[in-house]
C-alpha cells in the first residue's frame, strides 16, 4: 500500500476534484491517495468522481472543517 | 466487423450536453465526457459559499450528468489558458462580457486535441442552432467548426439534421436518420426527449453555465480591470468577485464586505493576502480591503465597516486593521449613515 497524499484545502470544487484526477493519473491501479480538502462540495464530488472513472473510495472523515477521503485507484 | 468508435461529449451539466451525449450512446458509441473549468463556471459549491444557499443540493452538474449516461468525465482546468479568451475576444463580447463564440472555439479546440492525443474518433456537443444568440447561430456553428480545426468531427446531435451531415454521419458511424433537428429557444423539444430517456431533475440554469453571462458580475471585472489600468486577473480575483457585497468610495481602493457568516468564513482564507477590518465593539462582517489604501482612505473604510456591522446606530464603533505584513491598529469611529454612501460606490 502506497502513502500518496494532496494537499486540496482552500481549493473549492472543481479543483480539489481536478487535483484528485492529476494525481490519480500518476498512480497505478491498486494504489491509494488520501485528499484533504476544506470545501464541504468535496464530500459529494469527489466520490462521485470516483464512481464515474472507477475508482473506489475507501473512507470519508470529516473533522471541524477539515475533510480527509481515502481512495484506492482504479484498473484504466 | 466495423471498428467500434469512440466519441468525446463537451458536458456542461446542463440538459442539452446530457441529450447530445444519450443520443449518440443510444447507438452504441462509445462515449466519454470532458468538462472544462475556466473559474468563471456557475458553482454549486460557489453559491453555497453563502450559508443561506447551503439547503440546496450541493452537486457538481456535469458529474451528476455523467453518473445518469453512466460515463467518465474528465474535468480539465483550462483557468490560465482561458484569460486570453476572456481579455482578447477575436469575436468580441456578448451583451456582458462574455465571449461566448471565442469560448466555444477554444473548449472544442481543447477537445480535437483531446481526442488526438487520446485516439477518438469524434466530438459532441449539445448546440441547438439558435437556442443562444452569439454563439449557436445558423452562420456562427461553422465558425465554430472551422476554427477549432475540429472540421467535420463535430457533431451536434440535436439539431444535426438542420446542417450539412459531417464525417462521422458520411462514414456511417452514426445513423442521421436517428439524430435530430432541433432548433430555436424553445426547450419544449429537449424536455420530451428527457422524458423519453427517462431523465428528471437535471439542471435548467436559467442564465447559462457562466457568470461572464452575469450584468452584475461584469460590471465587477469591468470596474477591476479599470482600477488596475490594464486587463488581466488572477483565479483569487474572480473568486472574490462572486463573494460578498463589492463596494469602491475610491478610484484606488475597494472593499469586500462578506454579507453572513457562509461568506466572512470564505473571505478569512484572504487575510493573509490583503488588508483586512472588523469591528470588534460589535458584531459585524469580514471586510478586505483591495487596492493601495492610506489611512485617509482606512479611516473611511472604517466608517463603512461600522455601517454593516451591528454597531450602525451607536455614536461609534471599535474596528481593527490588520495588515498584510502582521500589524494591526485600531480605530474608533462614527458609523456611516447608510444613505451618506452613493449608489454608484456600490459595484
Known amino acids: ?76 | 466487423m466495423s471498428v467500434p468508435r469512440k466519441a468525446v461529449a463537451l458536458i456542461s451539466g446542463g440538459l442539452d450536453s446530457l441529450l447530445a451525449a444519450k443520443v449518440i450512446q443510444e447507438q452504441g458509441i462509445h462515449v466519454e465526457g470532458i468538462n472544462f473549468y475556466t473559474g468563471f463556471c456557475v458553482e454549486g459549491h460557489t453559491h453555497a459559499i453563502r450559508k443561506k444557499d447551503t439547503a440546496r443540493p450541493k452537486r457538481n452538474n456535469a458529474l451528476w450528468v455523467a453518473e445518469q449516461l453512466g460515463i467518465k468525465l474528465h474535468i480539465i482546468d483550462i483557468i490560465e489558458e482561458y484569460k486570453d479568451v476572456v481579455i482578447n475576444p477575436k469575436h468580441g463580447y456578448g451583451a456582458n462580457l462574455n465571449p461566448c463564440l471565442d469560448c466555444k472555439v477554444f473548449m472544442v479546440q481543447k477537445a480535437r486535441q483531446w481526442i488526438e492525443a487520446k485516439g477518438f474518433d469524434f466530438i459532441i456537443t449539445g448546440e441547438v442552432i439558435g437556442q443562444r444568440p452569439m454563439s449557436q447561430r445558423k452562420d456562427t456553428l461553422p465558425v465554430i467548426s472551422r476554427e477549432s480545426g475540429a472540421d467535420e468531427l463535430l457533431l451536434r446531435p440535436l439539431c444535426a439534421k438542420n446542417l450539412e451531415p459531417t464525417r462521422p454521419e458520411r462514414e456511417g458511424w452514426v445513423d442521421r436518420e436517428r439524430l435530430h433537428g432541433f432548433e430555436g429557444r424553445t426547450r419544449k423539444p429537449q424536455m420530451a426527449l428527457a422524458a423519453a430517456f427517462g431523465f428528471e431533475d437535471y439542471a435548467q440554469p436559467a442564465g447559462g453555465c457562466c457568470f461572464l453571462t452575469d450584468k452584475q458580475y461584469s460590471h465587477k471585472l469591468a470596474d477591476l480591470w479599470k482600477a488596475r489600468g490594464e486587463r488581466r486577473y488572477e483565479l483569487d480575483d474572480i473568486m472574490l468577485l462572486k463573494v460578498g457585497r463589492h463596494i469602491r468610495p475610491r478610484p484606488n481602493f475597494k472593499m469586500i464586505i462578506g454579507r453572513e457568516e457562509g461568506e466572512n468564513r470564505f473571505l478569512q482564507g484572504y487575510r493573509k493576502q490583503y488588508t483586512h477590518m472588523l469591528a470588534t465593539s460589535h458584531p459585524g462582517p469580514l471586510v478586505l480591503i483591495d487596492g493601495d489604501a492610506g489611512p485617509d482612505d482606512l479611516d473611511l473604510a472604517a466608517q463603512i465597516t461600522a455601517r454593516f456591522s451591528q454597531g450602525r446606530n451607536a455614536d461609534s464603533v471599535a474596528i481593527e486593521v490588520h495588515t498584510p505584513d502582521g500589524a494591526s491598529h485600531s480605530l474608533q469611529v462614527q458609523p456611516m449613515p447608510g444613505a451618506a454612501i452613493p449608489r454608484d460606490w456600490y459595484l
Open chain 1, 1 to 76: 500500500m502506497s502513502g500518496n497524499e494532496l494537499d486540496a484545502r482552500r481549493m473549492l470544487c472543481p479543483m480539489p476534484v481536478i487535483r484528485t484526477q492529476e494525481k490519480v493519473e500518476q498512480l497505478q491501479a491498486g494504489d491509494t491517495l488520501t485528499v484533504f480538502c476544506s470545501d464541504p462540495g468535496a464530500i459529494h464530488d469527489i466520490p462521485a468522481w470516483c464512481r464515474v472513472n472507477g475508482h473506489e473510495v475507501l473512507d470519508i472523515r470529516r473533522q471541524g472543517e477539515e475533510i480527509t477521503i481515502r481512495l484506492r485507484v482504479g484498473e484504466e
